[in-house]
């Protein structure tokens, strides 16, 4: 697809808002030098979160692939933060595919599943309006006592937080699908599985973008909460422990990841849906 003339200076400002807000963060860190604990800023510039911060993460290295633990007594060294940054990372972009994917799937069914018939309706609907309305900070405590501080715990705090959002999504997503192409279908002879496979399913699939990309949101929230539960590795794990010290420039160093990590998640989900739907008309594309 060509960029039209108004899309790349659409672009190009917000290139430039985002290099003003940069240049801002360091003018701020060079006015305000209050120090949370002795050589630990407050407000971190850029030249020390790409060096002296950067190689701190190498404190969070278990140690492998030749790679000595600073915990064993090793330096610092640069490698070893990059291997940290990685390793912590698969394991919260793991949690976070493993939960999208038990979430999505379940709340599509559940969703599905309110719209099937009169009586599965009158069974389930209630239960998971109820479900869906429970916040979803207020239950990290719960899951802490349910199930500990296991990974299976993490992921299906992780997939609550995405199914409950993907099953509102769903079920208002087939209540939107004009009467006119059900009963066609049923004219024509349908049988209810066929009605869904060939009438519902790709009449909601445009207004399930939205849903998919507010659920993936939610999901990189839900994981760094998942993460708080006491987990041992993850990007959250670092937060976790920079901030029982003060490293203010550890934590804005994650956080700063987590922005790059969902806004490729949000490009390639984004992507993705636009291939799959290039048979929808423009509009249903956005």
Known sequence: MIATPGARRDRWISVLVFLALAGLWQILSMVYTAEAQPGEPMVAGWQVLFTDTFLALSDYWPGGFGVPAVGDGAERSYLAALLSVLSHSIDTIGRLSLGLALGGGGGLLMGLAISWSRWSRRLFDWPLQFLRTLPLLAMVPLFQLWFGTSFFGEVLFV????????????????????????????????????????????????????????????????????????????????????????????????????????????????????RLLAWAPPSQRR
Not at 162 to 172: L, S, W
Not at 208 to 231: C, F, K, M, N
Not at 260 to 267: D, F, G, N, P, R
């Open 159 to 274: 997939a609550y937080g995405i199914a409950v959002i993907v099953f509102a999504g769903t079920v208002n997503a087939v209540r939107n699908v004009p009467p006119i192409y059900l009963d066609n279908a049923r004219s024509l002879g349908a049988s209810r599985l066929m009605l869904y496979r060939t009438v519902i399913l790709p009449a909601i699939f445009p207004a399930l973008r939205s849903t998919i990309l507010l659920s993936l949101g939610a999901g990189w929230s839900a994981v760094l909460g998942a993460e708080y539960l006491g987990a041992q590795s993850g990007l959250g794990y670092i937060i976790v422990y920079a901030q029982q010290f003060a490293y203010l420039d550890r934590m804005f160093f994650v956080a700063l990841l987590f922005i790059l990590y969902t806004s490729i998640s949000y490009w390639a989900i984004s992507r993705l849906f636009a």
